[in-house]
């Protein structure tokens, strides 16, 4: 009896406990969903930009629109359209972007063979909706292919391609419907030649590629696509001709540009952020707007970079002999070319030093001139309020604000703006016994020879240390102009472009790299010019084999 | 910093030999030879190669020995701990007081010819801090600075140096021979700095050479070029100058040039140009054997990286080029430096190679 009382006092408290435990359980797991739908909520407020990696394709259509319409935030630009595929008795959806795709291609090859009516089968059942059942039977546009990731469907949603979602099945067909409205292929603005071709690149990277495969038709010319850019997302090209190129530029190459975080590559310039010395002022790669100058550098064994949304492609390794060559120069006489070139360099040298030598000369050296010549210049110079440094600082100052100015104004008053400051500020202030006509001579002839130097990013440093220059001689007299002068050599030498010395071919490693020399420094008979650059280590370093007669 | 996977070639030792040996002693040799060989000084000149010729084939042949360590480790080898390391440091010091000798040299020409207002110690701190920032980064990149400058300095150097045979008058030549050939051979003591570089430098870069046979055929090469050019110089400057006058002035060379002016011309007082295009030649001869001190250093000390070495050796450099009191002091120095460095070349280097030779004969099996 006792023992009865005793169970059933045990089993009324067991009943009890259990209960209490399991109310106490499901308040916890309550709490628990309440506290994660607490962090959900502050999450989502949180977080404004939307990552499409954390989704994945679903089965069902509708988690799909859900989740692309996450995604896309309610842009009007962006297309979900729903639709019924016939033959296959589903629905599906697409997604396009309005202005980047082609509607043309949209509404015949995708809506109306979509949701076009079977003819003879209609007793026989619907098939299923299957990658390759969609690619070879139903759709009729050229470029079909498959995404398995969220965050690719819409990359090429985004690039203007088109996504056909359909329910049931977790693969996106992205559908190449892309057309975007660029640019005209026009002449290279900044690098005009004489006789070279006329084309010049684009904005967009697919015209720009074709322009590249139009002059070289081989298998091995490798297009390798990258994506640069957290925010923009923009599209890069490695591109490289296999067989030729050595390989390690353009893994070195691969990763420069996949270890990058930054919003937007055009915005920043990609060439800088690759570059081996961002402090440099010399640049260490090389941009160019000609597709034959491109297309050279790949047959040399170089590696071209072309990013979406400039006609700036870069190629590297560049080299400070490569700054100093003209597209043209291939175009003449090797002779003259030649001849040309070495002109080049000296009105370089020139362009850099010359404001310097000529107050490093008036300041300290004036026996360094013939004496009719010092005798003349000495009394141009007399009378006047400024020394030679002052004078040189003010119309170099003036060249240089006069030559920005030129570049921002638009074409026809740009022009202007060089009279006005050529003749008009020149003459005035020579009139006007401010500074002496020697250093108008001076500072016209700086400007003339800086501006032979091909291209810009090049003489924008030797603008920078024609300054520094000037300081120097004004200080210490030629003996300062001279160590400033070895200061930016040793600066030079130190120098490096992807591994490769800056110097490379003006510095030969041994008594064979001089040939290095035929096609950099001098322009040799064509037939001549047989071997690729031997410091770009090239597989393979014939360059032409049928100039043994 | 000496990177141990750098090598050389040799055409490259070519350039690296060719600049060190042109130094300070291009603007001051002719006096120094026009003293002891009077109109013979240009045969001195000539004949004072063939010691250099011989100091160079002696070190190449001592190195090729050791063909995997400097000449540092191989004088420890050869003599032991202590007296190894002792001749290194005689070796670093002699090629310190080169150096030295080369800065005053400079900064008293840039005083006369350029510069007469500036302080020697502004001028002093200018060119070591300039070579400091050209010699921290290692050899690769000085070499490439000294093959960039090569041909456009020497290229400008020989065109202005050429200009000067238009000014020459032939009398100053006469009498040859007029004292005997006992003046002449004397004569070839002082031109032995003229020529140092080659047989000292060949012991730090011949581990790091890539062909180590062509090392004494690109060595004989820049050993004939130099003398080519001091040879001239020497012709021109006692064909401008005479021996008289060469004898009684510091720097004749400097002067020779300033004396040029060629009637309806351009070309007037070549001096300055000379002079300037001396600043460019003498730097990379600094920078050369700042470079090998430091990396010596170094490398006696056992140091990863000869960057702090470099900065180290600054002071040091100064203090010793400021000691001589004035010109004849470093007249003086000159001549024991001239002593010194044969007695490194032909009587030190010579008995090293006998005491390898020797002791790779014991090493043999019978």
């Not at chain 1, 435990?21 to 506290?35: C, D, F, G, P, W």
């Not at chain 1, 490093?360 to 360094?368: C, G, L, R, V, W």
């Not at chain 1, 010395?501 to 041994?510: E, T």
Request: proline share 6%; glycine share 6%.
């Amino acid at each position: 009896m006792v023992k009865k009382n005793v169970h059933s006092i045990s089993n009324s408290l067991d009943d009890n406990t259990t209960v209490k435990l399991r109310n106490l359980q499901s308040t916890i797991a309550h709490a628990r969903q309440v506290e994660s739908d607490m962090e959900a909520i502050t999450r989502s407020l949180k977080e404004h930009l939307a990552d499409p990696s954390i989704y994945q394709i679903d089965d069902h259509l509708a988690t799909n629109v859900a989740h692309l319409e996450e995604i896309f935030a309610g842009s009007n630009d962006i297309h979900i359209r729903e639709l019924f595929i016939i033959s296959l008795q589903r629905k599906a959806v697409i997604v396009f972007v309005e202005n980047m795709t082609d509607q043309a291609i949209i509404n015949a090859h995708i809506m109306q063979k979509l949701t076009i009516t079977p003819t003879n089968n209609s007793s026989i059942l619907p098939p299923q909706p299957t990658y390759e059942y969609l690619k070879n039977s139903l759709l009729t546009a050229a470029s079909v292919s498959a995404a398995n990731q969220m965050e690719a469907a819409t990359k090429r949603v985004l690039s203007g391609d088109t996504a056909l979602f359909v329910d049931g099945l977790s693969t996106v067909l992205i559908i190449a419907t892309r057309k975007v409205d660029s640019r005209a292929i026009s002449p290279p603005e900044t690098e005009s030649d004489i006789s070279g071709p006329r084309d010049g690149f684009t904005e967009e990277l697919r015209i720009n590629v074709s322009l590249i495969r139009r002059r070289i038709k081989n298998p091995n010319l490798v297009v390798k696509r990258v994506t640069v850019g957290q925010r923009s997302e923009t599209d890069v090209a490695i591109i490289y001709f296999r067989g030729i190129v050595n390989m390690k530029f353009v893994h070195e190459a691969e990763q420069r540009l996949k270890a990058l975080v930054i919003d937007d590559p055009t915005v920043y310039g990609l060439r800088g952020l690759l570059e081996d010395h961002p402090y440099s002022p010399f640049p260490t790669t090389m941009t160019t707007e000609r597709p034959d100058k491109f297309t050279n550098a790949l047959l040399m064994g170089k590696v071209g970079i072309v990013v979406d949304g400039t006609p700036y492609c870069i190629t590297i390794p560049a080299m400070f002999s490569d700054f100093l060559q003209a597209g043209d120069d291939f175009y003449q006489k090797w002779l003259t070319a030649t001849l040309i070139r070495l002109g080049r360099y000296v009105t370089a040298f020139l362009g850099l030093s010359f404001p310097a030598l000529y107050v490093a000369i008036t300041s300290f050296h004036p026996a360094f001139l013939p004496t009719p010549l010092a005798l003349i210049i000495g009394t141009t110079r007399e009378g006047l309020p400024f020394p030679s440094f002052i004078e040189a600082i003010i119309m170099i100052s003036l060249l240089e604000i006069m030559q920005e100015a030129g570049i921002r104004l638009p074409k026809t008053v740009g022009s202007t703006v060089s009279i006005v400051g050529g003749l008009v500020i020149g003459d005035a202030a020579v009139r006007a016994g401010l500074v002496s006509p020697p250093i108008v001579i001076v500072t016209s002839f700086t400007a003339i020879a800086s501006f032979t130097i091909v291209h810009y990013n090049m003489s924008l440093p030797l603008r920078l240390l024609r300054f520094m220059l000037m300081i120097l001689g004004a200080s210490f007299g030629i003996f300062g102009v001279t160590m400033g002068l070895l200061a930016i050599s040793i600066h030079l030498a130190n120098l490096e472009s992807f591994g490769e010395p800056y110097l490379a071919p003006l510095a030969p490693r041994n008594f064979g790299a001089l040939r290095d020399l035929k096609a950099t420094t001098f322009i040799s008979p064509p037939k001549k010019i047989d071997k690729r650059p031997a410091y770009l280590e090239t597989e393979d370093s014939t360059r032409q084999s049928n100039n043994k007669e | 910093m000496m990177n141990h996977n750098i090598t050389i070639s040799p055409m490259q030792f070519f350039v690296i030999a060719v600049n060190a040996m042109f130094g300070s002693t291009l603007l001051t040799l002719p006096s120094d030879l026009a003293r002891i060989a009077n109109e013979d000084m240009w045969i001195s000149m000539l004949l004072g190669s063939i010691l250099m010729f011989i100091a160079f084939w002696i070190s190449v042949k001592l190195s090729a020995n050791f063909s995997d360590i400097t000449i540092i480790d191989y004088h420890i080898l050869l003599l032991g701990r202590i007296p190894g390391f002792i001749l290194n440091l005689l070796m670093i010091l002699l090629m310190m007081a080169i150096v030295a000798l080369y800065l005053r040299t400079f900064t008293i020409a840039i005083k006369v010819y350029l510069l007469d207002l500036t302080p020697p110690i502004v001028i002093n701190i200018f060119n070591l801090g300039l070579a400091i920032y050209a010699v921290q980064y290692g050899l690769a990149p000085l070499l490439r600075l000294q093959q960039f400058l090569f041909v456009q300095e020497y290229g400008v150097f020989l065109t202005i140096v050429s200009l000067g045979i238009l000014s020459i008058e032939s009398k100053h030549y006469q009498p040859m021979l007029a004292e005997g050939i006992t003046p002449v051979l004397q004569g070839m003591i002082p031109t032995w700095l003229t020529y140092s570089g080659p047989e000292i430098l060949i012991g730090f870069l011949y581990p790091f050479i890539t062909t180590k046979k062509a090392a004494l055929k690109w060595g004989f090469c820049s050993i004939s070029m130099v003398t080519f050019i001091y040879v001239l110089i020497t012709l021109i400057v006692q064909g401008i100058l005479g021996p008289t006058e060469t004898k009684h002035t510091i720097i004749p060379t400097m002067m020779a040039y300033r004396f040029i002016e060629i009637p309806d011309t351009f070309i007037e007082r070549l001096d300055g140009y000379l002079m300037t295009i001396w600043v460019i030649i003498g730097f990379t001869s600094l920078i050369n054997w700042i470079y090998f001190i430091s990396f010596g250093i170094a490398q006696m000390l056992k140091l990863e990286s000869n960057r702090c070495t470099v900065v180290l050796l600054l002071p040091f450099l100064y203090y010793l080029q400021a000691i001589p009191p004035n010109a004849y002091a470093i007249q003086i120095i000159t001549q024991w430096m001239n002593w010194s460095g044969i007695l490194w070349g032909l009587g030190v280097t010579p008995l090293l190679l006998a005491l390898a030779w020797l002791k790779a004969k014991r090493k043999k099996p019978c």
